[in-house]
């Protein structure tokens, strides 16, 4: 504890020992925080602008019982903890901190397709003018499908074209590590500086702080200092944020107030784009056959990061394998995957088939065709049966897609398969006879 703490602390005691008002005196005064003083001022802040007026009637007997304590003739001066911050920063020089942004994550090396081209078009719109809407921005998705990638894309393009702007990017396990630290090490002013006085906050996988109490409240408080000056905040997460389980509902609300996209995982078209974009930036200087790249595209798609893991085998197993390859094609391919080529080839092939055998026995079970199901009919009973074949094959089949879901689907939008596999969710909780009418066909498919 400073010398400037323990004397604060020694009025605080002093005063609330002769205070009345005990409900005021714990609830109010002593929030009051001690932040600098001189020889002829000392700060003290609290954290609401509505509770200044009240400890202002208090400030002079305040200053008396310090001044007493410290044998000296400084005036007292009461703000609000925000005001205080931004005394600070215009009364300083600016601090330019680091942005810990990735500077090869780019909107140019980022490949759009279907699944993502929402989530890319909303970035890109916030790049171009940051605050002005859509903030928060929230990006969900799986993990390694590009939400890291986008965040720091917004990033990069606002530093290349307004550099005046301050961006930060964290996650938030590294936002929790800096608010521990600057407890410990008694720097909470400096943290605030550094969060609160940025124009554009990028906050990575936000699940990290739910169930993170003193830190979800903090981050509420910047959330909302930053909203309040019309800064830019964008938040990606794992989870829309309806489903962020542990999330305090203020926090939720307040996500919810801007704009939510997602990414989905890549169709064949946008796998094999990605991979074209890998080996064009790896500056690969030998052929690589278009057989093989289509069959990467279609049993290693699940994320970016299987893609992209995928081709550096690939190239590993041409480097081992020196000069018996002149190229890769199919014959090198199934040879440097053959370890998983019983498993993940012969899993996609059945999860391939399996779309028709989920349409099937849900038709079955509701004494209905496959062609109605897939049909644009809107009656009841098929729409139940076409809901819950559509929730069955994004449960029973990991890899597949909303996209690809809606192609199998009669060419439905991913959006309208989201819904449906909601609504499949909502039922199965709130109808015990949805619920086993849904499991009874599930243990006809596993």
């Known amino acids: 504890m400073t010398t400037l703490e323990s004397n604060w602390e020694k009025t605080l005691n002093i005063f609330g020992h002769n205070f009345e008002d005990k409900v005021i005196f714990e609830s109010i005064i002593t929030l009051l925080k001690a932040q600098e003083v001189n020889s002829h001022e000392l ?12 400890v202002s009637e ?3 007997e305040l200053e008396k019982i310090y001044n007493e304590i410290t044998d000296s003739h400084i005036k007292l001066t009461i703000m609000s903890e925000e005001a205080y911050l931004k005394q600070h920063a215009s009364t300083n020089t600016p601090v330019h901190f680091e942005d810990h942004l990735r500077p090869d994550f780019t909107f140019t090396n980022f490949v759009v397709g279907n699944s993502n081209r929402i989530a890319q078009n909303a970035s890109l719109a916030v790049a171009m003018k940051p605050g002005a809407a859509y903030s928060p921005l929230f990006i969900y998705s799986n993990s390694g499908l590009g939400k890291t990638h986008l965040l720091n894309a917004i990033g990069n393009y606002i530093k290349e074209k307004k550099p ?14 800096d608010y521990i630290s600057s407890l410990s090490n008694h720097t909470i002013n400096d943290f605030n500086f550094r969060y609160r006085n940025v ?12 169930t993170k109490e003193s830190s979800s409240e903090m981050f509420f408080n910047i959330f ?9 905040i964008v938040i990606s997460s ?17 996500f919810t107030n801007g ?28 052929p690589i056959d278009e057989e093989v790249l289509d069959f990467i595209a279609s049993h290693f798609n699940r994320d970016v990061r299987e893609l992209e893991g995928s081709l550096k085998r690939l190239f590993f197993y041409k480097v081992v394998t020196g000069q018996e390859y002149d190229h890769i094609n199919m014959e090198c391919a199934l040879e ?5 080529y019983h498993t993940t080839i012969n899993t996609a092939k059945n999860e391939e088939l399996s779309v028709d055998k989920i349409k099937k026995v849900v038709a079955e079970y509701y004494n209905l065709s496959v062609q109605q199901i897939n049909s644009k009919s809107r009656t009841s009973n098929l729409i139940v049966a076409r809901h819950i074949a559509m929730y069955l094959v994004r449960n029973l089949i990991e890899s597949i897609s909303y996209i690809q879901i809606g192609k199998e689907f009669g060419g439905r939008d991913h959006s309208t398969v989201m819904k449906a596999c909601d609504k499949v969710e909502k039922n199965m909780k709130k109808d015990p006879n949805y619920r086993k009418a849904v499991e009874e066909i599930k243990s006809k498919l596993v």
């Open 43 to 54: 700060i003290a802040t609290i954290e609401a602008e509505f509770n200044v007026p009240i």
């Open 58 to 60: 208090y400030a002079d």
């Open 164 to 177: 005046h702007l301050q961006v930060l990017y964290s996650t938030s396990e590294q936002f929790v590590n």
């Open 199 to 210: 124009d554009v906050l990028l906050i990575d996988d936000i699940q990290f702080i739910a």
């Open 224 to 232: 909302n200092a930053l909203q309040n000056d019309n800064k830019q």
């Open 238 to 254: 794992d989870k829309p944020p309806k489903d962020l389980k542990g999330m305090e509902n203020r926090l939720v609300s307040r």
């Open 259 to 286: 704009l939510t996209v997602s990414i989905d995982t890549p169709e064949f078209e946008t796998a094999k784009a990605i991979l074209r974009k890998k080996i064009e930036i790896e500056k690969v200087d030998y």
């Open 336 to 340: 440097a995957f053959k370890e998983d």
